[in-house]
């Protein structure tokens, strides 16, 4: 079993939907949980960092950690033609830095 | 506050070559990753660099190799080149110290041919 899965999509929606996006990690001993947004050609941009379970809010995107079904959400509210990206999970390892990333998502807002 | 830079942005090499790719981490931050990102495999990690010591390495092949200088600065090498290595590479940079809060840079995209 991979550590972390994503759903790769594609996944379209029209302007202004509410739009959810998920990941599955394995390893219990995770704590802190990104999502990362990648434009095409770009490098990955920090959109969210969250701690341990519950819901971070900034602006239209909420973080949502579950730890006690390893599921971890990002949902976006009226969705923008400029959200069209690919969107990354990652986690750091227990007592390291470095990140395990989920395949990402590539989502397609629609005017 | 600067972002991370790398240098160069885009590389075509021949198969059996080797290429130096360079990153200059935010102003600040000590430790800087390095990730391959490809179509097939997503993004890898390939190895992380504090205060000039490598302190943790991904499952590659030894001919992937890096070092970061007193100014926080890193390079990574890759030694006879195959048609595999072609991805694009990501530098990462943090502040260590309890913040996992990592930032990438634009990426140097690689082709070999």
């Known amino acids: 079993q991979k550590e972390v899965e994503q759903d790769p999509g594609p996944l379209s929606v029209p302007e202004g939907a509410i739009v959810s996006l998920n990941c599955t990690y394995s390893?219990?001993?995770?704590?802190?949980f990104m999502w990362y947004r990648q434009y095409s050609r770009k490098g990955p941009e920090l959109l969210m960092y969250?701690?341990?379970?519950g819901n971070k809010e900034d602006g239209r995107f909420t973080a949502q950690v579950d730890k006690s079904s390893k599921y971890i959400s990002l949902f976006i509210r009226d969705s923008q033609p400029s959200d069209s990206a690919t969107y990354l999970c990652?986690?750091?390892?227990?007592?390291?830095?470095?990140?395990?990333f989920g395949k990402g998502t590539k989502l397609s807002v629609i005017p | 506050k600067a972002g991370v830079t790398q240098t160069p942005r885009y590389l075509i090499k021949t198969r059996g070559q080797q290429v130096t790719l360079s990153c200059s981490p935010i102003?600040?931050?000590?430790?800087v990753s390095w990730y391959q990102q490809t179509p097939g495999q997503g993004l890898q990690f390939l190895f992380e660099?504090?205060?000039?010591?490598?302190?943790n390495k991904g499952n590659f092949p030894g001919r992937f190799s890096g070092r970061q200088f007193s100014n926080s600065r890193s390079e990574m090498n890759v030694s006879t080149l195959e048609l595999g290595d072609s991805a694009l590479y990501l530098c990462?940079?943090?502040?260590?110290?309890?913040?996992?809060?990592?930032?990438f840079g634009p990426g140097t995209r690689l082709t070999v041919t």
């Open positions: 660099y504090f205060s000039e010591t490598q302190r």
């Open positions: 390893n219990s001993a995770f704590q802190y």
């Open positions: 990462a940079s943090y502040l260590d110290g309890g913040s996992y809060e990592q930032y």
């Open positions: 990652a986690v750091p390892g227990a007592g390291s830095y470095q990140l395990t």
């Open positions: 102003s600040g931050h000590r430790s």
């Open positions: 969250t701690y341990s379970s």
